[in-house]
């Protein structure tokens, strides 16, 4: 059942403005103050598809939905799902007599009309605490102003604007040192929740095996959780899980070990590193190739080949040894490939066909991973295979669109034009 949202109207002469809210206490303060700064206005809280004279008279139970058919006291749910299936066979004395609630719509002054000025529009319907999606803004304009150095994110990037309504998780890691004085602290890790994120792990793979999928991917890269214990940057624990390289290894080669166990013999198990962190001091590639050995031992079949996270980029490292060009880190899967004999995934600013396929003619990688540029070009695949002669005839293309488009290459080339 979608929520319920709660409905204020102020309601002065014949002009009613109309706002609403996922949670009914989120507008309590605003009727109130409006109710103290206009005493001659006539104010009526709207719930449950009804008007009423205050928030505390709406505050009674809902009406039962097998009750008498009183659409008054209905609550109200978009596409007429409120409405009494005896309405079917109810005629009106008059067209539009009913209120908009029989119309299975919301109220008409809640509509975001073309007409009405872009400031009385609703806002998201999913509440100022709703997170933001990438593509949105990170403050609304509308929204009360931050403080000076308080930052409008999520609750996993330093200082949550508290003002509005974020409240920082209480994040777990190897030792309990955050990275940087601006960062949140974290709880360092007892077994017991080393034991709990492991059966998480393999909790995980049952699922994925269930839901038929082929293959499950490891992250232990980008200063993800397995990666905090790689680094020494990270991960300053003075038990059996911390210190060299050896033990820094062990939770996430233990995790590694689980999965593989709980995850079919004859699918394919990866997993990602971050090949160096690029920091002084950090988890370097001669680290990555005794990691990948180790790994390959416990039957991991592709290590998928990035880099950085722990401390600038969040995934990739670029800060020192090597500027970010297109296939910047393929160096890094083909050094692994050999001295680790493990097979290789290579990633980063892979952008052409023609580029995919040297790296795996040059023996660099055993696979290629495509990421931003496959959300530039959905139809990259396809595309690749085309651009490198290996489907001239659309075979790999939908039935639908092969048919035109072999036709359009046909007239293409009478006209002279190279594709």
């Known amino acids: 059942m979608p929520p319920r949202h709660a409905y204020w109207t102020i309601l002065i002469g014949d002009s009613p403005t109309a706002f609403r809210a996922r949670e009914r206490d989120e507008l309590l303060p605003t009727f109130e103050r409006l109710r103290a700064k206009q005493p001659d206005a006539v104010l009526k809280w709207f719930e449950r598809g009804r008007l009423w004279a205050s928030p505390e008279e709406a505050r009674g139970p809902a009406p039962s939905p097998t009750g008498p ?10 596409g007429g799902a409120h409405r009494d299936p005896r309405d079917r066979f109810k005629k009106d004395k008059k067209p539009g007599a009913r209120g908009h609630e029989d119309r299975g719509g919301p109220p ?11 400031d009385e529009r609703p806002r998201d319907d999913r509440g100022p605490g709703a997170p933001r999606r990438p593509w949105q803004p990170k403050t609304d304009p ?10 409008t994110d999520r609750p996993w ?10 409240k920082p998780w209480q994040i777990v890691a190897p030792s309990d040192t955050s990275i940087g004085d601006e960062w949140l602290k974290p709880k360092a890790m007892d077994k017991r929740e080393l034991d709990e994120v492991k059966d998480a ?19 232990a890269a980008h200063g993800y959780l397995l990666h905090t214990f790689l680094s020494p940057l990270s991960n300053q624990r ?3 899980y911390g210190g060299s390289r050896e033990t820094r290894m062990r939770f996430p080669l233990e995790v590694a070990q689980a999965v593989r166990a709980a995850w079919p013999a004859q699918k394919p198990l990866f997993l990602r590193v971050s090949s160096i962190d690029d920091v002084e ?17 416990l039957g991991v079949d592709v290590i998928d080949c990035s880099s950085g996270g722990i401390l600038g980029s969040a995934t990739a490292a670029t800060k020192t040894l090597l500027k970010r060009v297109p296939g910047f880190q393929i160096p890094f899967a083909e050094r692994i490939r050999k001295e680790a004999g493990v097979k290789t995934m290579a990633v980063g600013l892979i952008l052409t066909a023609q580029q995919a396929e040297d790296a795996l003619r040059n023996e660099s990688a055993d696979l290629i991973a495509v990421g931003r540029e496959a959300l530039y070009d959905p ?41």
């Not at 008409?108 to 872009?118: E, F, G, K, S, V």
């Not at 509308?142 to 930052?151: H, K, N, S, T, V």
């Not at 049952?206 to 082929?214: Q, W």
């Open 238 to 240: 003075k038990d059996e």
């Open 69 to 78: 058919p009183d659409r008054r006291g209905k609550e109200w749910r978009p």
């Open 281 to 297: 001091g950090g988890w370097s590639l001669e680290d990555t190739i005794a990691f990948a050995k180790e790994l390959k031992a």
């Open 157 to 166: 990037r330093p200082k949550p604007d508290q003002a509005r309504g974020d």
């Open 201 to 219: 792990f393999v909790a995980a793979a049952k699922r994925a095996h269930r839901a038929g999928f082929e293959i499950v991917e490891l992250h």
């Open 142 to 151: 509308r929204a009360p102003r931050p403080e000076a150095g308080e930052r």
């Open 379 to 419: 139809n990259w695949p396809v595309h690749a295979a085309l651009a490198l002669g290996v489907d001239p005839e659309y075979a790999h293309w939908p039935q639908q669109y092969g048919w035109w488009l072999t036709r359009r290459d046909g007239l293409l080339k009478k006209l002279g034009v190279n594709r």
């Open 108 to 118: 008409p002054t809640d509509r975001p009309r073309a007409d009405r000025p872009r």
